[in-house]
């Protein structure tokens, strides 16, 4: 598009935003650290590949100490 009165020219641009597929920090670092421990285990390499981001999935937020326990019995 050109403005005539102002001497400008703009482009049309393709405003869309693309997602970049973001992995969590915990995901890379467990991934890294398996790799690192276990560099030819191929079972291990599965596991940080397939089942470790669909364990984190279930994990994530869930407290290591009974959080849920304590929240009932503060409750009360």
């Keep these: 598009m050109l403005d005539d ?3 400008f020219n703009f ?3 393709d405003r869309t935003i693309e997602h970049e597929a973001r ?3 915990t995901l890379k670092l ?3 650290a398996i790799h690192a421990q276990n ?3 191929q079972f291990m390499a599965d596991f940080a590949e397939y089942v470790l981001p669909n364990l984190l999935r279930l994990a994530i937020g ?3 100490k009974g959080g849920k326990f304590f ?3 503060d409750q009360k």
Aim: aromatic share 4%; hydrophobic share 40%; proline share 5%.
């Design 5 to 7: 009165a102002y001497g």
């Design 11 to 13: 482009d049309i641009s």
């Design 23 to 25: 992995e969590l920090l």
């Design 30 to 32: 467990l991934r890294e």
């Design 39 to 41: 560099p030819n285990d």
């Design 62 to 64: 869930v407290t290591a």
């Design 71 to 73: 929240d009932e019995i």
